[in-house]
Every structure is written in C-alpha cells, then in structure tokens.
C-alpha cells in the first residue's frame, strides 16, 4: 500500500468534514439513542485510540459483531479511523461455524458488544465500549487506497467506497440533513449504505434488529421518523 500521505480523502476524512460543518445536526437515531455528528464522532475517536493501542493498523482487519445499533456505526468509523478495514459478522456463510468463520476470515481483532462468553478465545476481542484516550481526532493512518472493508467477499479500498457513494448520493439525489432509514439486512454491499448518510450530512434512521423482525414496528418507526427508506441502487459496479 501508498503511504498515508494523499490529497485524496479517506471515508472518516470525508465524515469528519461533515462534522465540522454540522456538530449539532442528528448523525444516527437507533432504538431510542440518537447521536449527533459531533458525538458519533467523539466516540468514534475514543474507541480508534483502544483500537490503535490493540495494534490495529492499515490495512488489519476488525471483525465487528454487534446488534444494529448506534454501537455499529461507532465501531465501523472507529475501526476506519485506526487504519483498519472491517467486515461485520453478517458476512459469515449461512450454516458455517462462526468460530471457523472467524479464524478463517484472517482478522487480527473482534470487536463486540456482547459482554463475556466469546466463541473464539484465540481472537483477540475488545468491547465497543472499551474506549480510552481522547475525542480529538486522529492524525490520517491510511489512504484512499487503503482498505476500507470487506463486503460482498470482496475487498474495498476507501477510494472504491467512495466512488459508489458519491455515484449513489447523485442517483438518490441525498441531500444533507435528510432523514434516511436503513431497514436492510448487513450483508454484501448493502452495508455500504450505513455510511452513505454519514457522509453527507444527513441522518442515518437505523432499524433495530427487533424492528426488523416486526413487519408493524417497521412501519411505526419509518412514520414516527419521517424518514425516506434508503435503498442503495443495483449495479453499483457499473461505476467501477
């Protein structure tokens, strides 16, 4: 990989600018806790810095295994702000072992919100709520052609996420401070449009796991929020 240094915005990069443009509008409302930009991003800043004490690095791959929860989005932007590149849990096959899941996927950490009981002791596991130092941003540890995540199976650097996202901003024509509800199962490239929001000043509606599986719940929530249901165009790979 390049050295950090690029003109080139990284994914937290282009989330942190949002951030500075708007601190106080509503970044992420899931299951009752709402964070603005500027809290979402001052999590995120303490859980990188646990990140970086783990060793996490450009290019280390971060497991993220949480319920859908402001607790995802903090964790993700976490992971991306250390330098690493996640894959959520979701992507484990249908019917495969988790525990061989998790060896197999090559990750150097597991980063949960379930206290206790792991499943894969030999990986090392931290909780998205093991934060330390401070809320101040972190100086870059990547570049755009870093990676990013892992979706689909496949790899994404920030300068491929960021190429679809902006393709998807102008076919949705998202504008900032919109109100958008992510109601999609976790897998593939459909995760890609948890940042979608983020990254344009708008407001991700997150749907809570048991949202999801309550057909009537679903529909309350998307009322109540006075939202749009985000769905993320097909053929993103026609940008390629």
């Known amino acids: 990989m390049s050295s950090a240094q690029t003109k080139n915005p990284s994914l937290h ?3 942190e600018q949002q951030e500075r443009l708007r601190p106080r509008t509503l970044a992420v409302d899931c299951d009752g806790v709402r964070l603005s930009y500027r809290e979402l991003n001052q999590e995120a800043n ?9 060793g996490i690095e450009q290019d280390k791959l971060v497991v993220i295994d949480t319920q859908r929860s402001c607790d995802l989005i903090v964790g993700i932007l976490a992971v991306l702000k250390s330098g690493g590149a996640f894959v959520l849990s979701e992507e484990a096959p ?13 990750a150097d950490l597991l980063l949960t919100d379930f206290a206790g009981d792991f499943e894969a002791r030999e990986l090392r596991t931290i909780g998205v709520h093991e934060a330390s130092g401070t809320d101040q941003n972190l100086p870059s540890r990547t570049d755009a052609e870093g990676w990013a995540c892992v979706a689909g199976h496949f790899g994404w650097t920030h300068a491929d996420v960021l190429k679809r996202l902006d393709w998807a901003r102008e076919v949705l024509n998202l504008r900032a401070q919109e109100r958008v509800l992510s ?6 490239e459909a995760v890609l449009e ?7 000043g708008a407001t991700l509606v997150l749907a809570s796991d048991w949202e999801l599986r309550n057909p009537a719940e679903l ?3 998307a009322k109540r929020a006075d939202c749009r249901t985000l769905k993320m165009p097909r053929r993103l790979a026609a940008t390629a």
């Open 219 to 221: 529909d309350k929530l």
């Open 46 to 54: 303490r859980l990188a810095k646990r990140l970086v004490e783990e």
């Open 94 to 106: 249908p019917g495969s072992s988790r525990e061989a899941w998790l060896r197999s996927a090559g």
């Open 183 to 188: 109601c999609v199962p976790l897998q593939g």
């Open 194 to 200: 948890l940042l979608l929001p983020l990254l344009n």
């Open 13 to 15: 990069e282009r989330f």
